[in-house]
């Protein structure tokens, strides 16, 4: 009997084997393009099934498509709106390519107006017309069609790094890490392997108010699974996440992602930069959909490609999207996009967003490890006309109503969800908990921070910033820096920091040393900042230059153009009020008491009234200082050293007053200097972006001296500097009124994506213009007779720092940024004042900019 058994399950396994097999031999792979027969226009989103199955594929946006068919399954059918079904039948066994020519269906043309399938076009097309309707109803389908809306919001987001071989995930570094890695659908966005690193979840409740338009949400639960604040800015992180991945309003103009907008789909100039396709009709539900295939004209643009499912109820509203991108689409690190949009019919017949689901993934190449991050955010219980009082929308627009110390666990969450955790999702906040507990973790994230934010952290203090400790200068020569300062590990409430700076050629000792009181009990690098700040400098500084988001003795910028030899020594006392407010509001309120002293060649000489030339070896100067500055909506990174912002929509304003205070604390001069700054980013949708900054300034007094006016910000280096002038050389410039203009205007890359030769680089254009008028009045002015100190003059007496009353001082530039995805190269030219003597009328100058 076991003979017989044995002898039967051996058959059985034969005989399964050579189904496989015979199975295998009788299977098929077809590929090929499908066009139109008459005009060899390419046709996208053709339905391509295999009849009497459920079973089937489309084809893409150039018309491609491939299948693989097993028996008994060897013919297919090709249908698409407006054309004549065709069918094939595939020889088993046989790859092969089959290119379908897909003939008009003459008796639909009458019913769908079109004379034929020339050369696509927006007049007499069935699926424009049927997009204009959505574009004509749309505002009766958003949200601000109501008086009131109020609605429960609970979103995640979750971050993975993606695509893992797996020869990576078997590294011998990663043999303790394993219990890290989710196995997914190759075939997924991510790809098979993928390490969980960040999860983020927030329950909101939101209200809608249209007059006056206020949305306020109102945040009721907030969780996510943070890093050591010593390696990582939480809020930061979470805030830039945010950025990259803003709500999906498919109603609006322009969607915002990855920091760049994108025109809509029903944007109202849609069908100017959109191809429409009608490729079904859903009979299966009330009311039926259209659905409603767009691809962009020129697949390189910065435009959406997907399906709309389209309400044929006389509302013409969007009832579920599909977004994505081309591969062409100049949009950098991004190798794959998904956006999912859902809406539900409520009891008036409206449309309401019910869930959204926007899944990116960034690498740096088309292969290997990738991060993929996913936000998904759903909607329900709505309550429409409910009136609230005017009180619930006051105050900024998110507001936190939970206390942020009391932590809510699993159990509070998996009753407030609105949907479950995926599988992958479960266990990221355990992870990453224990990942820090990993020794070997802890110095890589140790070495990635000294890499990046320039600080080693030893526990109670940190050294750095390293691209300081080594620089040089012509008055200093070879300068060598070190520096540090305390953490909150030492105290929550106060911080030192220090430095101590050697040049070997002037061989002067520099130093610096603060002490900090936080009134917050915050770190004073946390938002939002009140503290108290006390400090003494001693150092070396070029006259006029404040430079933003660098150090000034940064080793970069050791590299200078031209005469580079007119510079100051400075003896600064300064103490300093901050008080930052959740509307982004802050003021800064400071007394400040400098001594400077020329170094180099730069000599300070007061004209006296009998004429004669007297060499001053320091000016003394006592000021009080007043910054306001409001910048709603504003989100940034707290970086180590400094904020970096994340650019959005919104202004910035900043208002700054000081004035001198002369015979206080040795004090010279008397003047109060009033300065004001506006910026700004206009998003042009598919033609890019501007930042617009305005500034101008005016100094009250007499008799002032030139140190104590607006040096002009110059740029001597071979780094592009965006608040300075790039041809302008040091100390070139002095007003006591001035106004100015900057302009960068950044196409993405609309211009260069119609040369195919460019456009396969993703080279972006770049266009810049600064302008500046100012002037010096004659109380100030030296030439005309003011009793203040010369202006300073070249070796051979010539003189080199001039004013603005001529005619405005005018550059501009014209680049190519995204060289690499990281650099911008420009040519600029300056077109004033050229005959200065050595200035540049021509420059190249290049910048590092990391965007998306």
Do not use: C
């Amino acid at each position: 009997m076991f003979k017989q058994a044995y002898i039967k399950w051996v058959l059985s396994i034969s005989i399964l084997f050579l189904g496989i097999a015979d199975a295998t031999a009788q299977s098929a792979t077809v590929k090929g393009v499908i066009t139109d027969e008459k005009t060899g226009e390419t046709l996208p989103y053709v339905n391509i099934v295999i009849p009497g199955t459920t079973m089937g594929t489309t084809s893409d946006v150039d018309g491609k498509y491939a299948m693989t068919l097993t028996a008994p399954n060897f013919r297919i059918r090709f249908t698409y709106v407006g054309y004549e079904s065709v069918e094939r039948t595939i020889p088993q066994g046989t790859n092969q390519v089959q290119n379908i020519k897909m003939r008009v269906d003459a008796s639909m043309l009458k019913e769908i107006t079109v004379k034929g399938r020339a050369k696509y076009r927006n007049r007499d097309n069935p699926a424009v017309q049927l997009i204009r309707q959505v574009i004509a109803n749309k505002d009766k389908n958003q949200m601000a069609n109501y008086d009131f809306v109020e609605y429960e919001q609970y979103e995640k987001m979750s971050f993975a790094l993606s695509n893992l071989s797996d020869k990576f995930k078997d590294r011998k570094v990663f043999k303790n890490y394993q219990f890290l890695f989710n196995d997914q659908d190759s075939a997924a966005i991510g790809g098979k392997n993928m390490l969980p690193a960040y999860m983020e979840e927030k329950l909101s409740q939101v209200y809608f108010r249209k007059s006056p338009y206020t949305k306020k949400q109102w945040v009721k639960a907030n969780r996510r699974a943070e890093f050591d604040s010593k390696f990582v800015d939480n809020d930061g992180l979470s805030a830039y996440f945010n950025r990259l991945y803003e709500d999906i309003n498919i109603y609006k103009n322009d969607v915002s992602i990855a920091t760049n907008l994108l025109l809509s789909p029903i944007a109202n100039t849609a069908p100017t930069f959109y191809k429409f396709f009608i490729r079904d009709t859903v009979k299966t539900q009330e009311p039926w959909l259209i659905e409603l295939g767009f691809v962009p004209r020129n697949k390189t643009d910065m435009l959406f490609e997907g399906r709309l499912f389209i309400t044929l109820d006389g509302n013409y509203a969007v009832q579920n999207a599909y977004l994505t991108v081309n591969k062409d689409i100049n949009l950098n690190f991004m190798r794959d996009l998904e956006a999912r949009l859902e809406f539900e019919k409520s009891t008036d017949g409206r449309y309401h967003l019910s869930k959204t689901t926007l899944g990116m993934e960034f690498a740096l190449g088309d292969k290997g490890a990738g991060l993929y991050g996913q936000r998904t955010v759903n909607f329900k219980n709505y309550e429409i006309n409910k009136e609230q009082a005017d009180s619930l929308y006051r105050g900024p627009a998110q507001q936190i109503v939970f206390n942020p110390l009391e932590r809510k666990g699993e159990n509070y969450w998996a009753q407030v969800r609105h949907m479950p955790l995926d599988r992958s999702e479960k266990n990221i906040y355990r992870n990453v908990d224990t990942l820090q507990t990993i020794p070997s973790f802890r110095r890589t994230m140790d070495i990635t921070t000294l890499f990046l934010a320039g600080y080693k952290s030893f526990g109670k203090v940190e050294i750095g910033p390293v691209n300081t400790f080594y620089s040089f200068n012509p008055v200093e020569g070879l300068r060598l820096r070190f520096g540090g300062r305390t953490t909150t590990e030492l105290s929550k409430r106060v911080f030192f920091e220090t430095y101590a700076a050697y040049g070997f050629k002037d061989e002067k000792w520099k130093y610096f040393l603060s002490g900090t009181y936080s009134l917050n009990n915050k770190s004073v690098y946390h938002f939002p900042l009140h503290y108290i700040r006390a400090s003494y400098q001693r150092d070396t500084k070029i006259p006029g230059q404040d430079l933003q988001f660098v150090q000034e003795d940064n080793f970069l910028l050791s590299f200078k153009r031209g005469d580079n030899n007119r510079w100051l020594y400075n003896d600064v006392y300064k103490l300093e009020y901050v008080r930052e407010f959740q509307n982004r509001f802050s003021y800064k309120l400071g007394f400040t008491q400098w001594a400077q002293s020329p170094a180099g060649i730069l000599r300070y000489e007061a004209v006296k009234p009998i004429g004669d030339v007297v060499n001053i070896e320091r000016l003394r100067n006592t000021e009080v200082n007043v910054e306001l500055r409001y910048a709603p909506g504003e989100q940034f990174y707290q970086g180590k050293l400094y904020r970096t912002p994340i650019i959005n929509k919104f202004p910035i304003f900043t208002l700054r007053y000081n004035a001198g205070l002369k015979g206080v604390l040795d004090g010279q001069t008397s003047y109060h200097n009033f300065n004001a700054n506006i910026t700004k980013r206009v998003y042009l949708s598919q033609f890019g972006f501007v930042d617009l900054t305005g500034e101008g300034g005016y100094i009250v007094g007499k008799n002032i001296p030139f140190p104590l006016l607006t040096i002009h910000r110059a740029n001597q280096t071979y780094a592009y500097q965006l608040n300075s002038y790039n041809l302008m050389n040091f100390l070139e410039f002095v007003s006591d009124h001035y106004a100015g203009l900057d302009v960068q205007y950044y196409m993405n890359g609309f211009l260069f994506n119609k040369v195919p030769l460019l456009k396969k680089l993703k080279l972006r254009e770049v266009f810049s213009f600064k302008g500046l008028v100012g002037g010096l009045r004659d109380e100030n002015n030296p030439a005309n007779g003011a009793s203040v100190f010369h202006f300073p003059v070249d070796q051979d007496g010539k003189p080199i720092s001039y004013t603005l009353s001529r005619e405005p001082y005018i550059e501009g530039s014209v680049g190519v940024a995204n060289i690499f995805k990281l650099l911008r190269v420009d040519l600029v030219k300056r077109f004033t004042y050229l005959d200065n003597p050595n200035i540049s009328e021509w420059g190249i100058r290049a910048r590092f900019r990391l965007d998306f």
